[in-house]
């Protein structure tokens, strides 16, 4: 099946503590963009990733709140950070190294919740089971580009009744492709 490509910018994902800790107590997210799975936006609100190495400016506060904080970046940030982060999906945070956030308000440790997300592809259940696919699959993604064309093995596949069809890559994996997403490409089994 053909599914939207979308690219996924380095972005971070607050808890309400965490985010009371590094806005003002009477603070709430604020709508910039809607994303294109249900209920889930990009706020106008931004921080800063900070190592003992290095850190990365204005990256983008996705909302809602969430129950736990998740920072997601992509393989480049991490050598720029010098902290070695796994290849996670979503909420799979046991294990992941830890960070500071800070905004012009606060600043805070986290001690895990740093990952390079696993690309994926977010499936409505209708199109999952007309295509033949669980939620977990591993799948592969077909891109064609203007000179980087490639296949992206290990694509895991996302059902849920809210998903609006999309597959999520990182900016690493986008710049291999030679892609700015906005296109359709073919989703596969393996
Ligand atoms: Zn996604």
Sequence with gaps: M???LEVSARHVHLSIADFKRLFKADAE?????????TGQFL????????SSKSNL????????????TQVEISVTDSLKLG?????????D???TPGCKLATQHGQINIKHGLIVPKRHVHLSLDSARKNG??????LSVKVNSNGRSLFFF??????HKDFMDAIHIDTDEANAAGVKGGIFCEVEAI
Excluded: C, M
């Excluded at 604020?30 to 799975?37: A, N, W």
């Excluded at 706020?43 to 900070?50: E, G, H, P, Q, V």
């Design 29 to 37: 997210l604020t709508v910039k963009r809607e994303l294109s799975q």
């Design 133 to 138: 696919f669980e939620n977990g699959q591993i």
């Design 83 to 91: 902290i070695e982060v796994p290849i996670r999906e979503s909420g």
């Design 93 to 95: 945070l046991d294990g």
């Design 154 to 159: 290990d694509t895991v596949a996302r059902v």
């Design 2 to 4: 053909k599914v939207l």
């Design 57 to 68: 400016s204005g990256v983008s506060i996705l909302g809602p709140l969430r129950r736990e």
């Design 43 to 50: 706020s106008n609100d931004k921080l800063d990733i900070i």
